[in-house]
């Protein structure tokens, strides 16, 4: 019962009519979190991107499904698959991005997303926060919602290159604070975005990068 697949042979029934059996296994994974990957590190000091990405792959092998990411992680570039929605707690968990220039959040996929998150960028020396991939197929059902982001140089846009369209998204309840670049920036064909409360503040940037949200008739 103690090894690593010792869960699997403790049973486990919910109560209420119609309730079925399963083993403690089965319940337990019902909840993914990255911290349970090699290489997390809940304290910040090391990045857990590996960690991360790993435990985002394998909700996209289980199809839609929540990857938890706890309070206090470090991270790379994360790209986010088809079905996968990386989730803070309702608190917002707060996550601080890695030195470099990258997109923290790469949405290459439909019906996912990124939810209740407090990111600090300012480590990093360029790249956005938020980008969807561009291609040969629409980006359907996005939803970027409940986010703080510190010291973005970059808050959204797309990838810049293909020839797809990304529809049906919204972005709700997003504030990117001591922001130090453009806002929304979107240069390829899309369809029915939403921004709902998606609110920059640009205190002390420099005047050329006021911009808070640039739309690019080229890719229209």
Same mark, same amino acid.
Request: glycine residues 12%; charged residues 15%.
């Given at each position: 019962?103690?090894?690593?697949? #010792?869960?699997?042979?403790? *049973?486990?029934?919910? /109560?209420? +009519?119609?309730?079925?059996? %399963?083993?403690?296994?089965?319940? @337990? &994974?019902?909840?993914?979190?990255?911290?349970?990957?090699? #290489?997390?590190?809940?304290? *910040?000091?090391?990045? /857990?991107? +590996?960690?991360?990405?790993? %435990?985002?792959?394998?909700?996209? @092998? &289980?199809?839609?499904?929540?990857?938890?990411?706890?309070? #206090?992680?470090?991270?790379?570039?994360?790209?986010?698959?088809?079905?996968?929605?990386?989730?803070?707690?309702?608190?917002?968990? @707060?996550?601080?991005?890695?030195?470099?220039?990258?997109?923290?959040?790469?949405?290459?996929?439909?019906?996912?997303?990124?939810?209740?998150?407090?990111?600090?960028?300012?480590?990093?020396?360029?790249?956005?926060?938020?980008?969807?991939?561009?291609?040969?197929?629409?980006?359907?059902?996005?939803?970027?919602?409940?986010?703080?982001?510190?010291?973005?140089?970059?808050?959204?846009?797309?990838?810049?290159?293909?020839?797809?369209?990304?529809?049906?998204?919204?972005?709700?309840?997003?504030?990117?604070?001591?922001?130090?670049?453009?806002?929304?920036?979107?240069?390829?064909?899309?369809?029915?975005?939403?921004?709902?409360?998606?609110?920059?503040?640009?205190?002390?940037?420099?005047?050329?990068?006021?911009?808070?949200?640039?739309?690019?008739?080229?890719?229209?």
């Amino acid at each position: 019962i103690s090894s690593a697949s #010792g869960s699997a042979e403790i *049973g486990f029934q919910q /109560s209420g +009519t119609g309730a079925v059996a %399963a083993t403690v296994q089965n319940k @337990a &994974r019902q909840i993914l979190s990255a911290a349970d990957f090699t #290489g997390f590190d809940a304290t *910040g000091i090391s990045a /857990s991107t +590996t960690a991360i990405q790993n %435990a985002i792959n394998e909700g996209a @092998a &289980r199809g839609r499904c929540d990857v938890l990411i706890p309070n #206090g992680a470090k991270t790379g570039a994360l790209t986010i698959p088809t079905g996968v929605t990386l989730i803070g707690p309702d608190s917002r968990a @707060a996550i601080v991005a890695d030195a470099g220039s990258y997109t923290t959040f790469t949405i290459s996929g439909s019906d996912c997303g990124v939810k209740n998150l407090q990111v600090e960028e300012l480590a990093k020396s360029g790249g956005g926060t938020f980008a969807i991939v561009c291609g040969t197929t629409g980006k359907d059902r996005l939803n970027v919602e409940n986010i703080v982001t510190f010291n973005s140089r970059l808050l959204l846009s797309d990838s810049g290159t293909g020839n797809g369209v990304h529809t049906t998204s919204k972005f709700k309840n997003i504030q990117a604070k001591a922001h130090r670049g453009p806002g929304v920036a979107f240069t390829r064909a899309f369809a029915f975005i939403e921004l709902d409360h998606v609110i920059t503040d640009y205190v002390g940037v420099s005047a050329s990068d006021f911009t808070a949200f640039s739309f690019s008739g080229a890719g229209l």
